[in-house]
Structures are given as C-alpha cells and as structure tokens.
C-alpha cells in the first residue's frame, strides 16, 4: 500500500489541530510511515471550519465518513460517549481502524469496543486519550514491556495542577484560582470532570489496564477531588515539607492493584512535585528499569494532535508494509489471574491530619491516645499558637503508614472528642521512592 486514506471526525480543538499539524509536517510524517496519507473524508457540523479543507470531500454527517469505502482509517475526535460510541461501532463494522482522543469512550466502553475490533480485525489506538502529547502509553505497551510494572503516579489534570500550583505559590484560594482558569480557558464553565477527579480516573484506568494486565474497569476506581481543598491545608503541607498534587495512583500489593485519585502530599524533593502549572508528568516504577518519568504538556490542540498522529503513523507504517496493524490488548496474560480491584478501605498509606481543638490541657493527650490505640503512629505534629481572642488551635499531624478503615475510625473517635470541633480534614501522603 503505497496510500493510507483518512477520515478525519470532528474539527474541533483536537480535529482542527490534527490537521493543521499533519498538512504542516507532511513530509517528515509521511517519511515515518513509509507511504501517503491524506485525509480524504471529514466529517464536521461547521460550516466555516478554521482550517483549510482545499480539496478534501466534506459530509455534515460524520457517519458518513465511517461508511466511506476509500477510507482505511477513521480518526474519532468529537469526543462523548453516545455519537462517539456509534460512530465507532460503525467504523469497526465497515472494517476501518480508529484512532481516538478520547478517554472517557476508552475507560467507559473499552473492553467491548476492542474485543468488537478484535473480532473484526481491526485496530483502535488511544495513545491522544492519556496525558495529551506525553507518549505514556507507547511506553507502557512497548518501551517498558519487559518490566513487572509495580506502580505508577500521575499528574494526568492540567486543570487540577494548575489550580494546586496557584494555591502553593500564591496562597490563593480554590475558588479564586478555578475562576481564573475558567477565565483563560483551562476549565470548562462545569469543571466537575476536572476537580473532582473523574477526568483523571478516566485516564488512570487505561494506564492501569495496560501496566498490570486487566480490564478497565472505571466503576473500581476511588475518585476525590480538590474542590474542598483548603488553603491552609496547602500551607502546612509546605511547612511541613511536601506539596499537595491531585495524583492518580494505581499500585501493585499483596491484595491486588490499588487503583485511586486524590490529593495527595509528596516530599517536596521529588520531581512529581515540582511539576507545575498545566503540566502533566506520569512517574512509573518498573522491576528492571526502576523508575521513569513522562512529562510534557497534557491537552492542548497540538500537543494531543501530536499523539494522534503518532497512532497514524504505526497503523499507516504496517499497513504500508502489508501486516495487519497490532491490536491493543487489555486484561490478564493467558494463564494468570486477572488482579483484584482493592477497596480504598484497605490501602495503606501515610496520613496528613488536621484538627481544630480547645486550647486546654489533656487535648493532646487525649489525640495522642486515641491515635496510639489504633495502631497508628505519629511521625510528625504541629500545635499553632491561637490568634490573640480564640480558643481553639489547628494541630496537623503526619502519621506512618495506616489502612484507610483504620484511620477513619480513629477520625470517628477524634471528632467525637469534646475539645474538638469540625470534622477532621484528612489527605493521603506517599513517597514516590520506589
């Protein structure tokens, strides 16, 4: 085959930049993949689309573009999970590839959408639906397959990062800093998805499934936002030495694969947490290579074009080459267990705690007490002096590592405490040491 033929769904940020991109870097891009491709269909609902279509066939229905005979590839760039779902049900059953950017369709419907193209021989690449240009699933599938992955930490939100960086930096508040972003166009006018985690746990169970060998499963996945994040929380995490990241987390352990997205305090020294702004960057710690950071710019009309045009170019290079493109494989290796989603409850971790109680004597013996009789160790702890007409003091604490269930039992038993008022603010603390 000496010419892939494309079309291209959607002109959108993502759409428009895909095409800008391809038509700017045409020959490098060709070059790569050993043969031609052109766009030849595209499928859009804009009348005056901000790009230059000279030439190329144009259908208000984007179905019609996935029941185009002279096209081997669709690209699905509208994004959702009701069109795009049947808009790529019907390229697989006309016999195209897809290539997608998007992470909710793949977390939400993709165990059946593969297995659909596994039967009908053919391929869907998602390399655009994870971190925006940062080529984190190339490297879990290919560069990294040699290794037992055994945990992976990311910063997979540019939207979150950004709000936390505003806070640590400038001490602004939540609320304050979200407008902002909505105001520069990080956030959308409903930034649900975004700061409650669910975008990030849409991406951290396509990296899971790939990196410990099991199906997506988005309903397992522990999701906590930072819109209840307060300002003074981000304060004594400095103080104390860490910075607080909105991270997704998924963990090899002896109960099975922790799969999770929350704040979360690192040490200030390590590279995560120094990632800032609306950076991504995804940490992966495999047996043989140790660990390994991604970092790049997460969303983003170029840089997601970028990873489109990457799946473009592997499924164009073998079909150049007369093989049929590899098709993506989730879950166990033939042989082995498919590993088991554990609860939040029992995941073990480090704590950051924070109460406000009386200024009297006893309180701290009585915090202590309780701490020490579920087992939990203190290893650091703030007592701040209260502010000239006020009676109760933040006292933080940083404890050893707990089970979730534990430590929020001991939490039940501190706020039921006399001297202390308000729930107790709780957030899990990791290393990222390896």
């Known amino acids: 085959m000496d010419k892939v033929r494309v079309g291209l769904c959607g002109l959108g940020t993502v759409g428009a930049g895909t095409l800008n991109v391809l038509q700017r870097n045409r020959i490098e891009i060709c070059a790569r993949a050993g043969c031609d491709i052109e766009i030849v269909h595209i499928g859009t609902r804009s009348d005056k689309p901000d790009v230059d279509v000279t030439g190329i066939k144009v259908s208000r229905d984007i179905f019609d573009v996935a029941r185009d005979p002279d096209v081997d590839i669709v690209l699905e760039l509208i994004g959702g999970t009701t069109t795009a779902l049947e808009l790529v049900r019907t390229a697989i059953s006309h016999g195209k590839h897809v290539v997608t950017a998007n992470k909710a369709l793949i977390a939400e419907h993709g165990n059946e959408l593969l297995a659909e193209a596994r039967a009908a021989g053919v391929s869907i690449a998602f390399e655009a639906a994870v971190a925006g240009g940062i080529p984190i699933i190339k490297a879990l599938r290919e560069g990294l397959s040699g290794n037992r992955i055994e945990w992976l930490a990311g910063i997979i939100n540019g939207t979150g990062n950004f709000i936390l960086t505003e806070m640590s930096e400038k001490g602004r508040d939540f609320a304050d800093v979200l407008a902002e972003a909505q105001a520069l166009g990080y956030a959308e006018a409903d930034p649900t998805f975004d700061v409650e985690g669910i975008d990030a746990a849409h991406k951290l169970v396509i990296l899971a499934a790939i990196a410990f060998g099991m199906p997506l499963q988005f309903d397992k996945v522990y999701i906590e936002g930072i819109s209840t994040l307060e300002s003074e929380d981000v304060d004594y995490a400095a103080e104390l030495g860490y910075r607080i990241k909105h991270l997704g987390i998924a963990r090899r352990s002896a109960g099975g694969v922790e799969m999770r997205v929350h704040p979360t305090l690192i040490p200030e020294s390590r590279l995560l947490a120094n990632v800032n702004g609306v950076k991504n960057a995804v940490l992966v710690e495999g047996d043989a290579v140790g660990p390994t950071l991604y970092y790049g710019a997460g969303a983003g009309a170029e840089p997601t074009a970028s990873a489109v045009l ?56 009585n915090v202590a007490s309780i701490l020490s009789d579920a087992g939990i160790s203190i290893e650091a702890l703030i007592q701040k002096q209260p502010p000239a007409g006020i009676s109760h003091v933040p006292i933080i604490i940083l404890t050893n590592q707990a089970l979730g269930a534990t430590v929020n039992a001991a939490c039940a038993q501190l706020e039921a405490l006399p001297s202390v008022v308000d729930a107790v603010a709780r957030l899990r603390v990791e290393s990222l040491d390896g």
Do not use: F
């Open 310 to 365: 990457a799946d473009l170019v592997d499924l164009a290079r073998d079909m150049a080459c007369g093989q049929s493109p590899s098709v993506a494989v989730l879950g166990a290796a033939e042989g082995s267990d498919v590993p088991q989603v554990v609860p939040i409850e029992d995941v073990n971790c480090a704590w950051y705690l924070r109460l406000r109680a009386e200024d009297k004597p006893g309180v701290m013996s």
